[in-house]
């Protein structure tokens, strides 16, 4: 059993692993517009700040380029059409959350992922485990901002104090760090342990399993991996 009353996930590359579909969208688009296309180790590193930023780093000189609007619309509904084709969850995180559930854990989701998308992928995967799940939208400032956590965590009645914060990059090291919680760095994503540990990350862990034992982690103040 763990102390942590709340848990604030991000998405993607933490939750499922949704690379290939964003990549297969990122080159579609690209493709589409007559631009040259990404490596996946390229997209790899180009996400984690939500789709118009993967974007604004896969089309040659960004948004400056004239086509970016129409390329990054194309990207929106060619995903929205193909963001289940090869997502899954990570191994474990199925049975992780459904026994976080058990022990009378909230938990939500918050993604740069535009609203739409993060929503279908929530309530496709997770309906009975995540309460409640928050996209990209236009009314609040996205992560690095606290915001969208903050509003999550009123959004599941909880408080602050108690609430963790669990994802794979160094924008979700920085979300944490403005809201004021501790966050978990996870292994399995789309960074590594070296540019997470350069990035400010105090705890990470490298299978889910280890989230049901996550107040020791602090406590004990360990890193795994």
């Not at 700040?49 to 993967?54: C, E, T």
């Not at 995540?130 to 606290?146: C, L, N, Q, W």
């Not at 996870?186 to 070296?194: E, I, N, Q, S, T």
Request: proline share 4%.
């Amino acid at each position: 059993m763990n102390t942590y009353d709340t848990y604030i996930f991000d998405l993607d590359g933490t939750l499922l692993n949704t690379l290939n579909d964003l990549y297969t969208s990122c080159n579609y688009a690209l493709r589409t517009h007559g631009m040259p296309e990404r490596t996946l180790e390229e997209v790899r590193m180009f996400v984690g700040n939500g789709v118009r930023k993967l974007m604004e780093r896969a089309v040659p000189h960004g948004t400056d380029h004239p086509a970016f609007e129409e390329t990054l619309q194309t990207f929106r509904q060619h995903y929205l059409l193909h963001n289940l084709d090869t997502t899954l969850p990570y191994p474990d995180i199925m049975d992780v959350l459904r026994q976080l559930k058990r022990e009378g854990k909230q938990l939500a989701v918050v993604s740069n992922k535009f609203y739409a998308a993060t929503q279908d992928l929530c309530q496709h995967f997770f309906s009975e485990t995540i309460d409640v799940a928050i996209g990209e939208r236009e009314d609040i400032r996205k992560k690095p901002a606290p915001d969208t956590v903050l509003e999550a965590i009123r959004q599941l009645n909880a408080k602050k104090e108690g609430a963790v914060y669990v994802g794979d990059s160094d924008v979700d090291i920085e979300t944490a760090h403005n809201c004021g919680i501790p966050c978990i760095s996870v292994l399995w994503g789309f960074r590594d342990k070296d540019f997470l540990m350069a990035h400010g990350a105090t705890t990470c862990i490298s299978s889910p399993l280890d989230l049901l034992n996550a107040n020791t982690m602090f406590t004990d103040n360990k890193h795994k991996g």
